[in-house]
């Protein structure tokens, strides 16, 4: 029987099968030979059919950059950008916090998804409705333009969520240029671009455009035939006046800064596994009656649930809600005593009129108690002075039941309530979410 090779199928069978390979893989393929060379480079069946393969379903390949873009650039781009996908903490000191631009407050959590045509991320925060609706502001918007460069726009006060949208798919009035800075896959950074040139100039400023004010996407070099006209702009009778006022103008500019660096850290862990049900971020009613986010994590000695601030502010807003050294489960069947000391609570979520908070009616089918798990609240571990006390006001045993749709609720025995937490994403997307305007 002859032997098949590679070579011997049709080009449309060739692409098709590169078409499931790593990129590295397909560099290594296209040292082959010249003729695969020019396989590997076909943007318009390969390159496109890689990128809508991993990305299709979750954005629209073919109006990224109004389809001019090479889609093994595209490709690049959207494999970096997304490690960006979900949540997200502000971290570090910084003076953004005592500036606060329009008076709003930036952002101790921030939630990356995908758009048609871009990556947005929003600020998320407990709506205080009395219902279990987060709050979600624009914040950031990270996109390609039509000439191929790379635009990162920051909307300050949050407003910018509907009306007359640009190329990008948003209204550009009123946003800041930045840079996104990535540190490995779970650090980034955004600053102000303080020296990008917009591109629609005023009349005056068109003098000066021609003596090289920066074009292309915040950070980069010109290209190369911007670049020997940059220079010769720059030899051409007169280029010093408008070379000086150019320079005037960005010093301006950076006297002008509108957002202070910041950073953010990645919520690696921040959905339930079946190994670890409780893990991720949850929200719930805390006993001031006001939705709060909660982050459990499995630490490796046990299970620690702090309220979600921000990483800047000081221990004492991170303070841990429980703790339990011994993440394990007491099955069913329950206990006498277990069942009463549940059955005696009321539960901390809204009512079904959504008038008040209080609701201690019976759950339905899908919420009924599987498993339970003692736990403790530890505020020793951020005051360590109590360990020692004699008689530790805040060391209090509690316990955690959870549901059988995988939700979960926590309470202390000494307190006569439950609260019930509910999941904030599912699948990379939020639940419950309003825009900001609304709440």
Known sequence: MASTSFADFPEDVQLSILSFLDPSDIANFACTSKRFVLLCRNESKLWYTICDRRWGSKTQINKWAKGKISYKHLYRT????????????????????????????PPSLVFFEWGPSFL??????????????VTKTPFLWLSISAEGHIVNYLDPSGQNCGGSYGELG??????????VNFIGDVHFSVEENV????????????????????????????????????????????????????RRREKDRQGKRRWETEHFLKIVDCSPTPSRPLQGLWKGFSDDMKLEFYLVAYDGV???????????????????????????????????????IYDTRIHFRPSEIGDHIHWDGPFIDDEVVSHIMHINSSYELVIPSLADASANPWRVEGRIWLYRNGTFGF??????FIVDLKHIARNNCLLDAIQSSDD
């Open 78 to 105: 959207l494999n970096k950008w997304e490690h960006l996908i979900g949540f997200w903490r502000r971290c570090g000191q910084s003076q953004q916090k005592q500036s606060a631009v329009n008076g709003v407050k």
């Open 302 to 340: 046990g299970i620690s649930c702090r309220m979600v601030g921000d990483l800047s502010e000081r221990l004492t807003n991170c303070s841990p809600v429980f703790w339990t050294s011994n993440p394990t489960f007491m099955k069913s069947p329950i206990s006498c005593e277990e069942a009463k």
């Open 120 to 133: 947005s991320g929003s600020r998320v925060s407990p709506s205080q409705n009395g219902t279990y609706n």
């Open 195 to 246: 020296g990008y040139a917009f591109r629609n100039l005023k009349i005056e400023d068109s003098e000066d455009a021609i003596a090289g004010v920066e074009s292309g996407s915040p950070g980069s070099l010109p290209e190369t035939s911007e670049m020997y006209q940059y220079y010769a702009n720059r030899m051409s009778p007169g280029a010093d006046r408008s070379w000086r006022r150019q």
């Open 170 to 179: 948003f209204a550009e009035i009123d946003l800041i240029p930045v840079n």
């Open 411 to 416: 309470g202390f025995l000494r307190d006569n």
